[in-house]
């Protein structure tokens, strides 16, 4: 059965592809959290996800998952754009639920070719590059249809219909 984990492997397979290819170009780092501000639309696939990450964060450390839960509250809709998720620590600039981010976070900064055959990178990333190079680093991550697939699954189990945001998934 193709799963949810499966998912994950392929698209972070592809990232560390595209990573490996694009080498000093590449400057994603743990703490660089340009991409974590602002709100953006998840899948219903990517906020089960998330809601079992921040569940298996609450058995290692409660008080950090709470601490998510409270700043995933506190969100205003629509978020501002220099907003930082609320998944995000405030104080390392990192993911508290890393292991469980959605597709759109695994995907961000190297350049991954989406099925509609765009290539987006961090603006952060490929300073000075030219678009010969930065396509020079592309993968596809071939995963559209396999998401597509599993988030039908997942909205006809749970009833939740269309994209979601990350406070919302993770407010509850």
Do not use: H, K, N
């Given at each position: 059965?193709?799963?949810d984990?499966?998912?994950?492997?392929?698209?972070?397979?592809?990232?560390?592809?595209?990573?490996?290819?694009?080498?000093a170009?590449?400057?994603?780092?743990?703490?660089?959290?340009?991409?974590?501000?602002?709100?953006?639309?998840?899948?219903?696939?990517?906020?089960?996800?998330?809601r079992?990450?921040?569940?298996?964060?609450?058995?290692?450390?409660?008080?950090?998952?709470?601490r998510?839960?409270?700043?995933?509250?506190?969100?205003?809709?629509?978020?501002?754009?220099?907003?930082?998720?609320?998944?995000?620590?405030p104080?390392?600039?990192?993911?508290?639920?890393?292991?469980?981010?959605?597709?759109t976070?695994?995907?961000?900064?190297?350049p991954?070719?989406?099925?509609?055959?765009?290539v987006?990178?961090?603006e952060?990333?490929?300073?000075?590059?030219?678009?010969?190079?930065i396509?020079?680093?592309?993968?596809?991550?071939?995963?559209?249809?396999?998401?597509?697939?599993?988030?039908?699954?997942?909205?006809?189990?749970?009833?939740?219909?269309?994209?979601?945001?990350?406070?919302?998934?993770?407010?509850?």
């Open positions: 059965m193709r799963s984990e499966a998912l994950v492997q392929i698209v972070d397979a592809a990232f560390a592809e595209a990573a490996r290819r694009s080498g170009w590449l400057v994603c780092r743990p703490g660089c959290a340009q991409c974590c501000l602002g709100e953006f639309a998840i899948t219903q696939l990517d906020a089960v996800r998330l079992r990450g921040l569940a298996e964060l609450a058995e290692r450390d409660a008080e950090r998952a709470e998510v839960r409270q700043r995933a509250r506190a969100i205003v809709a629509p978020m501002a754009d220099d907003e930082p998720c609320p998944a995000l620590d104080e390392t600039g990192t993911c508290d639920v890393y292991a469980a981010r959605p597709i976070c695994r995907a961000f900064g190297p991954l070719r989406c099925e509609s055959g765009d987006g990178v961090c952060l990333c490929y300073e000075g590059a030219t678009d010969d190079q396509a020079a680093c592309a993968v596809d991550a071939d995963s559209e249809e396999l998401e597509a697939e599993l988030v039908r699954e997942v909205e006809e189990r749970t009833g939740g219909r269309g994209e979601t945001t990350v406070a919302q998934a993770l407010a509850s």
